[in-house]
């Protein structure tokens, strides 16, 4: 009986191999081809909205530079496995692969090299957050006030006989309401609870902040383009915590205005001072008693 060719059965398998990983290319490249230009967008971007004010770049770029560098590790520790899978494998029956019980240059560098990278991730974070956490004086300062189960927005305004005091509206648990703010301005959101911890995000702003009892939390943001956003709540407040939904929509600064005046000709939406919850809010206190309990 002729023996086998060890060599064409290598070759054999080689050949397996390269259709295999040929197949499964050309898997992937179908299903990208299949992707909608919106899915496409998410996977270049990580899964991050594209940014839409002037601070949340800064946010976007740490994002995939953290997504990055975890890739790379991946592939360093995913490749030192593979290698030594392979290496130190058993070949024969009877044969013990070498047993070491350390290796004190890998030692180090498994100790140093994870320290290094808290090291800088920390550094860019810090950096990153103050950057984002930078305070000017804002053009528009609105109160924010996050009440189970919805929102109010607070804005400032003078009517037109000099009265000074907030324009205001007031979303329900049946009605989700819209924040309008100002493109091109600087805006500092001034965030208070009356109830329950809630989570104030605008996933367009790459930014979010914890609304809390007897603490007014603020940030600021310079929406650069205009357009409508999502916001949600992102703390688990109650049983309708799944309503607390918003919307945000980027208006031109006469825009901004406009809508102003139409809050106020109402006769009903004006106010000396900020209002702290909707009809339906289980809990409406006054702001001024909020900040003197702080």
Known sequence: MPCENPGRRRSAGSRAKRVGLAAVGAVGLALLAGCSAETERQIRGLAMPEPATEQAPAIYDLW????????????????????????????H??????????????????????????????????????????????????????????WTFNYPYTSDEGDEGYVYYSGTASEIPTLVLPEGERVQFNLHSPDVIHGFWVPGFLMKMDVIPGRTNNFQVVPNQEGFFKGKCTE?????????????????PEEYEAYLDELAGTGQNFSPEPVTGGDDADTVAGLEEEEASQ
């Open 93 to 150: 029956e009877d044969e013990v692969p070498v047993q070491t019980r350390y290796n004190l240059p890998l030692e180090i560098f498994y100790t140093v090299a994870p320290i290094m990278m808290v090291v800088v991730f920390f550094y860019w974070t810090l950096t990153v957050q103050n950057e984002v956490l930078d305070e000017q004086d804002p053009d528009v300062e609105l109160e924010v006030v996050g009440q189970q189960w919805s």
């Open 236 to 252: 688990f407040c109650g049983v309708s915590h799944s309503r607390m939904l918003f919307n945000v929509d980027v208006v031109s």
């Open 64 to 91: 995939r530079w953290a997504w990055l560098a975890a890739i790379l590790v991946g592939i360093i520790v995913w490749g030192l496995i593979g290698y030594v899978v392979v290496r130190y494998r058993r070949r």
